[in-house]
C-alpha cells in the first residue's frame, strides 16, 4: 500500500520561507514521480512542481518558477519543496501526490497525501 505522508507546513510571514516534505512509503523499487499541488480555500487545485525518483528534471508551474525548488532524496524515499519569498497570495493546503509506475497504466491510480497548511501572513 503506497502512501505519502507531508509535514512542513505552518505560519510564515510575508517573504519568508518554508520547507515541505513528502514521504512516499510502499512505492519498493518501482520508478515514479511525485508531483506538488495546493488549493487555498475557494480556488482551484494548482500544480507547483514534480520530478521523478530517478534523475529527471524537476518541472516548474508558472507561478512558482524562480521562488520554489523541488528535490528528492531517493534513498530517503522523500520530496522537497523549498519556498522562498511567501507572500499571503501563497496561503494554501499543500499536497503531494505519486505515480507509480508501471501500475498506473494498469490501473490509472494515483496516490495523494492528507496534505500540509501553509498561511502566510502580511
Known amino acids: 500500500q503506497v502512501q505519502l505522508v507531508e509535514s512542513g507546513g505552518g505560519l510564515v510571514q510575508t517573504g519568508g520561507s518554508l520547507e515541505l516534505s513528502c514521504v512516499a512509503s510502499g512505492a519498493g523499487s518501482n520508478y515514479y514521480s511525485i508531483a506538488w499541488f495546493r488549493q487555498a480555500p475557494g480556488k482551484e487545485r494548482e500544480g507547483l512542481a514534480c520530478i521523478d525518483s530517478s534523475t529527471g528534471p524537476a518541472i516548474y508551474g508558472d507561478s512558482v518558477r524562480g521562488r520554489f525548488t523541488i528535490s528528492r532524496d531517493k534513498a530517503k524515499n522523500t520530496v522537497y519543496l523549498q519556498m522562498d519569498k511567501l507572500t499571503p497570495e501563497d496561503t494554501a493546503t499543500y499536497s503531494c501526490?505519486?505515480?507509480?509506475?508501471?501500475?498506473?497504466?494498469?490501473?490509472?491510480?494515483?496516490?495523494w497525501g492528507k496534505g500540509t497548511l501553509v498561511t502566510v501572513s502580511s
Open positions: 501526490v505519486a505515480a507509480i509506475y508501471p501500475s498506473i497504466l494498469r490501473t490509472g491510480k494515483d496516490y
